[in-house]
């Protein structure tokens, strides 16, 4: 039943439904067909020489040309599209001619599912198409499709909107072929990693979405309620606590692809709803897993471009290792002139407020050297860059540089101006990491509600004793984005987060603000 008013095609379309019922032709018929070719794969393997192929296809009509007693149809199935010949006394031979001119010219829409059974060949034009012996309606379509159209060679009707495209996302895979490659593309880059780390002898784990405690990075939680125990639960900010526990267990090396979730901003980089991967690996530090992620970044690239090239925008990006190494000092230095070393949060403070950087007095020294970064150097790192020994204060979770107490083992890597990943050698005295978490809490009373909190568990299983441990963990959807070029975050998600649809009569044409996402 219709839930908005209906446009005069939807109503055409649904007295066709009820017309083919009448007729005795089901519409959304439950039997199974049996596909035994796709669009790619019948054209790339036909010869010309060869004996005419038969074949069973399916998918939907995307375009018809009724020419009388025979027609061509193009049908897109998950490889692509094929066209489709269709002759009136192949398929309605004898007295059932007007069964074809009914239900095949009248009543079968673009859009519709149909089945094709027949032979391949080449057309007088040179195309390979089915000549159709049968065809099934499989599933009839009760919405027209926005199909591109041309007028005086400008294209009209095209379905570009953002706001429509990710809000009917089944539509844009359909209509707009080139999105389909994209979620190709994302899938064969997580394929590509996963046998990086598998080839390593890497273990693939599975950690807790709901937690007691928000553990593993700074940032807000989404807050929920187990009613069975009462207790208030937590969607994850991130799973490091979990697999550094697994390393306690005596796993050498695990990695997860997580879904996480963090009740901030939105924005082209940013959805509340995300995809991280997170490994660890025992007796390594994090020199070791600059080299590895590197190797693995360039490995990617290849497997899904076949290049360690990609195209961003205006900027070409190599991911050919090596990538340069430079501190978080040397790099604020470089772009500010301000040297970080030593200086107090005050001193901090008046420096990020006297060149224009936004901060407030819940901000302690980490916070404030971030945002000094973020705002006067992130942006300058097109080409893969580890910013790497991080002072203390922005680390609450890693270990002591060897060298310099005052810094951390840590790198982020910087990729197009934001960071795409973020690795430790990973704190493992129990001590200090308490000492560490008693300093977030401090932060915590001062307001800042993105400080981390005291996970009890996790101190007393680094009492138990963690192995010399390099961890990294790096944004999936943002790698995503860099490997297909695609600017938004938006683009790479199947589903993004939006706005609730506003009520209105035709839901083919919401007239809605612009998402924040």
Not at 302 to 307: A, C, E, F, H, P
Not at 389 to 394: A, H, N, S
Not at 442 to 464: N, P, S
Request: hydrophobic residues 35%.
């Amino acid at each position: 039943m219709a839930n908005h008013e209906l446009s005069e095609q939807e109503i055409v379309r649904r007295n066709s439904l009820k017309a083919l019922r009448d007729m005795g032709v089901e519409p959304y018929p439950a039997a199974e067909f049996p596909v035994t070719g796709h669009s790619a794969e019948i054209k790339e393997n036909f010869k010309d020489d060869a004996e005419a192929r038969q074949v069973s296809i399916a998918g939907r009509v995307m375009s018809r040309r009724i020419m009388g007693k025979a027609s061509f149809m193009e049908l897109q199935d998950s490889d692509g599209r094929i066209q489709v010949y269709v002759s009136r006394d192949d398929l309605c031979p004898g007295e059932d001619k007007e069964l074809y001119n009914t239900v095949f010219k009248k009543l079968l829409d673009i859009g519709d599912f149909v089945g094709i059974t027949g032979e391949v060949f080449r057309t007088k034009t040179g195309e390979i198409s089915v000549h159709a012996r049968s065809l099934t309606l499989l599933s009839k379509s009760l919405r027209p499709l926005p199909i591109v159209k041309m007028k005086d060679g400008v294209a009209f009707d095209a379905f570009t909107d953002p706001e429509l495209r990710y809000r009917q996302r089944y539509v844009d895979l359909v209509v707009n072929p080139g999105v389909r490659d994209i979620f190709i593309k994302r899938t064969r880059m997580f394929n590509s990693m996963r046998h990086y780390f598998n080839e390593h002898g890497f273990l693939e784990v599975e950690t807790p979405v709901l937690q007691a405690i928000p553990g593993g990075a700074a940032a807000r939680p989404f807050i929920t309620h187990h009613n069975a125990l009462d207790i208030p639960l937590y969607l994850r900010i991130a799973n490091e606590l979990y697999l550094k526990r697994l390393i306690v267990g005596g796993f050498e090396g695990v990695y997860e692809f997580s879904r996480n979730f963090r009740n901030e901003g939105m924005d082209r980089t940013h959805n509340p709803e995300f995809t991280c991967m997170e490994i660890y690996v025992s007796y390594k530090d994090y020199k070791w897993m600059m080299n590895f992620t590197e190797k693995m970044l360039e490995k990617i690239a290849l497997d899904v471009n076949g290049t360690t090239k990609v195209q961003f925008g205006d900027h070409e990006i190599d991911f050919k290792p090596p990538y340069p190494r430079v501190t978080m000092r040397d790099a604020i230095l470089e772009h500010t002139g301000f040297d970080i070393d030593g200086k107090s949060e005050d001193e901090l403070r008046d420096f990020a407020r006297n060149n224009g950087i936004e901060v407030d007095n819940t901000m302690g020294k980490g916070k404030l050297i971030d945002e000094i970064f973020g705002e006067k150097c992130e942006g300058k790192y097109i080409q893969p860059t580890f910013i790497i020994d991080y002072p203390v204060e922005m680390s609450p979770l890693t270990k002591r540089h060897r060298e310099n107490p005052e810094l951390t083992e840590r790198f982020e890597l910087m990729v197009n101006g934001k960071e795409l990943a973020n690795a430790y050698s990973e704190l493992n005295d129990p001590i200090d990491q308490y000492e560490r978490f008693v300093e977030q809490m401090k932060l915590a009373d001062k307001g800042d509600d993105e400080a981390m909190v005291i996970d009890a568990d996790f101190i007393r299983a680094l009492e138990y004793g963690m192995p010399p441990t390099s961890g990294m963990g790096i944004g999936m959807d943002r790698l995503a984005m860099l490997i297909t070029g695609q600017p938004t975050i938006q683009e790479v998600l199947l589903f993004p987060q939006m706005r609730p649809e506003k009520k209105q009569q035709n839901t083919d044409a919401p007239q809605e603000e612009t998402p924040k996402a």
